[in-house]
């Protein structure tokens, strides 16, 4: 018995010893807890043609109209999440407006998931790699081009863009709603250390999808 856990303890700081060179190269746990603080809006079109990725803005412009009301004030994310969740019916209930006052017969989903995104740079902002709760709006088959975007915080700019751009607000309101000092630093690229460790863990898991 006192031979096997002895081997075991060995074999376990062997292990440890490998791992933490290695580990250096990921993000903390606290860096990680970046996707629990954002909320991010994904509208997916029925197709690529020009008439179905037009009617996708039109749909993404009805629910940011929609979800500005819902959470106007609202600065703490478990709160968002919630009113998101209780109106996921209105908000579906406005696209398919939008869809039939375009004379449009595709239908429309909208739910509240955990979604697995690519890294996303925008002019000011670069989201890493990683499974985020997500708005999940699929028009007809869903299978054109995506729109991205953040709403909480609430960085979202929509209207006649057809790429989506993402507010510039202070560090303070970004505080303010949950950020921490060294995730702010990771979406506005100041730690690039971090930027890359991001990286990094996106190359590995892809190894293993």
């Given amino acids: 018995m006192q031979k096997h856990i002895t081997v075991f303890l060995l074999t376990f700081s ?17 860096d990680a807890k970046l996707y629990d ?5 994904h509208v997916l079109a029925n197709s690529d043609s020009e008439e179905d990725q037009e009617l996708k803005l039109k749909v993404r412009d009805g629910i940011l109209d929609t979800v500005a009301t819902l959470l106007d004030g609202v600065t703490d994310r478990t709160i968002t999440e919630n ?17 039939d006052d ?3 017969t595709y239908t429309v ?5 955990k979604e697995a995104y690519p890294t996303r740079d925008y002019e000011n902002y670069t ?15 869903a299978e054109g081009q995506n729109w991205w975007c953040v ?3 609430q960085l979202c700019i929509g209207k006649t863009e ?3 751009t993402l507010a510039v607000i202070d560090d303070s309101e970004l505080l303010e709603v949950g950020l921490t000092p060294s995730q702010i630093r990771i979406i506005k690229g100041d730690s690039p250390d971090i930027v890359v460790k991001f990286r990094l863990l996106e190359f590995f898991e892809g190894l293993f999808s």
């Fill in 102 to 104: 375009n004379s449009s």
């Fill in 14 to 30: 062997i292990l440890t010893a490998l791992m933490l060179p290695i580990s250096a190269f990921f993000p903390t746990i606290e």
């Fill in 83 to 99: 009113i998101l969740s209780e109106n996921l019916q209105a908000i579906e209930s406005v696209a398919k407006k939008v869809l």
């Fill in 162 to 164: 057809a790429v989506s």
């Fill in 151 to 153: 709403l909480f915080p």
């Fill in 37 to 41: 603080n954002i909320i991010r809006l």
């Fill in 127 to 141: 989201l890493p790699a990683g499974t985020y709760t997500s708005l999940r709006v699929l028009i007809g088959e």
């Fill in 109 to 113: 989903s909208v739910t509240l998931t």
